[in-house]
């Protein structure tokens, strides 16, 4: 893995090892469960967890469909290690790889074509120009007809929302994080290559509205 700068889970000014309990705060059993369904995983399914922190997207995901072969890939080696010690306790065989989210074919290497490809909150922490290339990475792993399912902040469509927004944005950048809230997911989907968008389900939380993005390769 090619060591670059990434913004931790928790943003700037947080320790990583807050991030369970604060995303706890923000409806996460809602938007992970809507997420998991939209993921529907199958028996031999190879499903991909980009940015996956401490691993609880992955781990649900190996609970729903224990036969399906789940990979998490994440940069920082600190929530690598949370999450291969919550896979310890749960008895669960996820695959935990480091490794950039633009740089998906050379972390996932042997693992074959992708069925899914699955990301939460994780693009909003991103300037667009990466935005851009981790959306790349995943389309260039996915099987044809394979699944992308995006939970993230997305459009911010009221002003309590926009304005619950502002935490985030403090923590993780207004300049990476302003062009989710005014609803660019969907088209840097489109423009990577992906079909068949569209924003499945709004979550509101106490940091502002979560979406679940629903797409195909074409």
Known sequence: MTERAFTPAMGRFAPT?????????????????????HVAPRPDDVIVDVGCGTGSLALLLHRVEPRAR????????????TARRKAGLAGATVRWQAGMGDALPEALEGAGPVDTAASSLVLHQCPIP???????????????????VVADYGLQRTRRMRLAFRVVQFADGFADTQPNADGVLPRLMSEAGFGEVREAEVVPTISGSISIYVARRE
């Open 17 to 37: 090892h807050l991030y369970d309990p604060v995303a706890s705060l923000m409806r996460e059993r809602l938007w992970r469960g809507l997420l998991a369904m």
């Open 70 to 81: 789940v990979i998490g890939v994440d940069p920082d080696h600190e929530v690598l290690a």
């Open 130 to 148: 990466m935005k851009q290339s981790i959306l790349a990475s995943m389309h260039a792993v996915l099987r044809p007809g394979g699944k992308l």
